[in-house]
T-cell receptor, first 113, second 108 residues
Framework: NAGVTQTPKFRVLKTGQSMTLLCAQDMNHEYMYWYRQDPGMGLRLIHYSVGEGTTAKGEVPDGYNVSRLKKQNFLLGLESAAPSQTSVYFC????????????FGPGTRLTVL | SQQGEEDPQALSIQEGENATMNCSYK?????LQWYRQNSGRGLVHLILIRSNEREKHSGRLRVTLDTSKKSSSLLITASRAADTASYFC????????FGAGTTVTVRA
């Protein structure tokens, strides 16, 4: 099992550009999450999904959109990137909800110039 | 908003020593989890302790939970260089909320 994988690992964008981060999991988990990690801030939840076809806002959803068309994939989109979105993005999945262990991907380091 | 807050922010110890870090939180929780993050990597789950449990062990890890004080501690015994990492507590109300972490450096 690959677990949770993220594509790409690194990306540099210019302000105003768009991009999509892909998260894939092969553990048949229902729940998937997108977090961002900034220095001194810990992880903050951007959006999450409780199952295929569902999405919900987390703590810091502004400027991001997500889609969960297939159970194994969770996409995070930035429509018009801003320097404030420079961060490390982590995807995670869990069998059930927040009371379960979450399994994390290796992260995507995004720089917006 | 961060629910859990770890203390200290950073910790440096000699190999073989014990490392203790604490987590305080504000509201009632269902469970509390501890995760480890090695530099440049994703988080790895270490241990989950439920609100009705007071202590839990996993190998060299010991976690305590005091719901009356809204605090938890993680003890790593006989530390090794490989334990150098950041450690995060995560509290579960309806979603997991992570603290800013404790960075542990184990010196050889």
């Amino acid at each position: 099992n690959a677990g949770v994988t993220q594509t790409p690992k690194f990306r540099v964008l210019k302000t105003g550009q768009s991009m999509t981060l892909l998260c894939a999991q092969d553990m048949n988990h229902e729940y998937m999450y997108w977090y961002r990690q900034d220095p001194g801030m810990g992880l903050r939840l951007i959006h999450y999904s409780v199952g295929e076809g569902t999405t919900a806002k987390g703590e810091v959803p502004d400027g991001y959109n997500v889609s969960r068309l297939k159970k194994q994939n969770f996409l995070l989109g930035l429509e018009s990137a801003a320097p404030s979105q420079t961060s490390v993005y982590f995807c995670a999945s869990s069998p059930r909800g927040s009371s379960d262990t979450q399994y994390f991907g290796p992260g995507t380091r995004l720089t917006v110039l | 908003s961060q629910q859990g807050e770890e203390d200290p922010q950073a910790l440096s110890i000699q190999e073989g020593e014990n490392a203790t870090m604490n987590c305080s939180y504000k509201t009632s929780i269902n469970n509390l989890q501890w995760y480890r993050q090695n530099s440049g990597r994703g988080l790895v789950h270490l241990i989950l302790i439920r609100s009705n449990e007071r202590e839990k062990h996993s190998g060299r890890l010991r976690v305590t939970l005091d719901t009356s004080k809204k605090s938890s501690s993680l003890l790593i015994t006989a530390s090794r260089a490989a334990d150098t990492a950041s450690y995060f507590c995560a509290t579960d109300d309806y979603k997991l909320s992570f603290g800013a972490g404790t960075t542990v450096t184990v010196r050889a």
